[in-house]
DNA sequence: GTAGATGATTCCGT
DNA sequence: ACGGAATCATCTAC
């Protein structure tokens, strides 16, 4: 690194007027010296530099040095333009998005930092995967911003260093303020090609905990009973109608402790495989019909508590075979039917038949089976 | 190990 | 945007 700082070579003697032989065998020997003070001790250079400072030749030396250098330099000007790093760039528009670049937030709601830390989103995100995958970012984001932080320190003492060193010599080889400014600039370069190297690794790792969350995200785990049993209740009691509206699929998922969307892909998947072999569902729904049918009983009782998923609107018949041993229900069902709004088709809610019967899905929000106030399903 | 169950994803139509 | 249908990938019971 200490190449462009060497000293410049002998000066152009012939271009000078011939001088006189002891002055021309002076200056060959500041020359000779000036070489040889690489080669020698530190204690010997410092009192060689001592005496090169002294010597009456100087002044005319450092002006032909300082001549050699303003071209030098002109060269050394023109090459600094480097065109902007698109690599690092892109790099580093990563880091941003990925949540890495900016420093970690303390004492902050962990899901907020969490859903900053993910741009990209996970709709049905595990609550505990995603925290692992929080946890998992948070830790590279600390050693880069470790990692970065020596190196950033370590330019600074290095650039410091050299500078000073450049000022002190300086004093015996003309060091322009241009020149000072190249080295750092070439010392500033050395270590952002570590900083990039350093980001590189960092998106690579980031982008490998990406990989992975999100294959760990295809792996599924069954419902809880809990949650599975909230769905087919409310399924088994909107038979006649199974789209929940938004707010009951909040409901619903709240409830069962799972998100949306896993709702919302659990009646989709009931919905066609209920359709394709309603018989193989037979004995599911005899048993949450009659479930349905009990909660219905007690709920007519002093004091209940009323709410829309708990005492779900019996289920109807319709195209589908209904479970046997639902006697209460099928009462309740018709207590429904006959709550159909004027002009309704009679004894057959509108949804019914429907959602087996065509491709097109009825509006959840407006069932003209599940109008009625005997339906729980008001919430849609 | 295998078959069936089940949650998730993708594609397509409305 | 939502739902149907097909499919994938994994879980679970045997």
Not at 174 to 200: C, D, N, T, Y
Request: with cysteine; aromatic share 6%; net charge positive.
């Amino acid at each position: 690194m200490a190449a462009p700082l060497r000293p410049a070579p002998p000066p152009p003697v012939p271009h000078r007027p011939p001088p006189a032989a002891p002055l021309s065998l002076d200056t060959s020997d500041v020359l000779q010296q000036i070489m040889a003070i690489t080669d020698q001790s530190l204690d010997e250079a410092q009192a060689r530099k001592h005496a090169l400072n002294c010597h009456r030749m100087k002044p005319a030396l450092f002006n032909v040095l300082c001549e050699i250098k303003e071209k030098t330099a002109v060269n050394i000007r023109h090459q600094e333009e480097d065109p902007p790093d698109a690599q690092l760039l892109r790099l580093d528009n990563m880091l941003l998005a990925e949540g890495v670049s900016r420093p970690e937030k303390r004492g902050r709601g962990v899901a907020a930092a969490g859903s900053a830390a993910t741009p990209g989103g996970c709709p049905n995100d595990n609550s505990i995967e995603h925290s692992d995958y929080r946890a998992k970012l948070s830790q590279i984001r600390q050693i880069y911003h470790s990692e970065l932080e020596k190196y950033e320190q370590a330019c600074r003492e290095f650039t410091t260093h050299v500078t000073n060193l450049l000022r002190e010599q300086s004093r015996v080889r003309p060091v322009s303020f241009w020149e000072i400014e190249h080295m750092v600039g070439v010392i500033q370069g050395k270590f952002s090609a570590i900083q990039r190297q350093l980001k590189h690794s960092t998106c690579e790792a980031v982008m490998t905990l990406r990989s992975r969350f999100l294959d760990a995200r295809r792996k599924r785990r069954n419902f809880s009973k809990e949650a599975t049993e909230v769905l087919n209740e409310y399924f088994y009691s909107h038979l006649s109608n199974p789209y929940p509206s938004e707010e009951t699929k909040e409901e619903l998922a709240r409830k069962g402790g799972i998100t949306v969307s896993q709702v919302s892909n659990w009646f989709g998947n009931k919905r066609i495989r209920y359709k394709k072999n309603t018989g193989k569902f037979q004995e599911e729904a005899t048993i949450y019909t009659g479930k349905i049918a009990v909660d219905t009983t007690e709920a007519q009782g002093p004091g209940r508590q009323a709410s829309s998923l708990s005492t779900p609107s019996p289920a109807s018949s319709g195209p589908f075979p209904l479970p046997s041993g639902g006697d209460m229900v099928f009462t309740l069902q018709t207590l429904a039917f006959l709550q159909l709004p004027p002009g309704g088709s009679c004894l057959q809610p509108k949804a019914h038949g429907s959602w087996q019967g065509t491709t097109t899905p009825q509006p959840a929000s407006s069932p003209a089976g599940d109008s009625g106030s005997i339906n729980s399903d008001a919430s849609n």
